[in-house]
């Protein structure tokens, strides 16, 4: 099952393998294109406060507001919503157990998990890997 076809929902032409490898680090690649996971704690972005959008390091396509970001203590980025459309999701049964996998819904790109052990208002935790984020910040 080709991932990048089924979640794709734009009519970009999709990027070759070659293409991705070319535009990403090889660690966001990884995390991207190959659904890996980033060591917890690596990541900039769990430091990042300022106001502004958090979007898709592979298309720069809008995934999180800052104001939806809270400090989880797990290592990763984490955000209680998403913007709307942001995300599709799929199940994962790789640990030997379910979670819910979720990839940019316009590149296809892997961005991480979530879980139902969130803050309110939603009580969910996306758990994302920062390699696979920019932050744009608002301008004053």
């Known amino acids: 099952m080709n ?3 089924i979640l794709r929902m734009t009519t ?18 990884q995390v991207l294109r190959e659904e890996g996971t980033e060591h917890s704690f690596s990541s900039p972005l769990n430091d ?28 990763w980025p984490s955000f209680f919503a998403t913007i709307e459309d942001a995300f599709e999701t799929k199940s ?5 157990m379910q979670r ?3 990839h940019c819904a316009n590149c296809g790109g892997h961005h991480g998990h979530v879980f139902e052990d969130g803050p309110g208002p939603t009580g969910l935790r996306y758990c994302n ?12």
């Open 3 to 5: 991932t990048n076809t």
């Open 12 to 29: 970009r032409p999709a990027k070759t393998d070659d293409e991705w490898r070319e535009a990403l680090t090889p660690e966001q690649h």
């Open 100 to 102: 819910t996998e979720y």
């Open 92 to 96: 994962d049964r790789k640990l030997f």
């Open 129 to 140: 890997n920062g390699v696979a984020l920019r932050f744009e910040a608002d301008k004053e």
């Open 48 to 75: 990042e406060h300022g106001k502004g959008t958090f979007v898709c390091a592979g298309c720069g396509h809008p995934l999180f507001r800052s104001d939806m970001k809270f400090d989880s203590g797990t290592g």
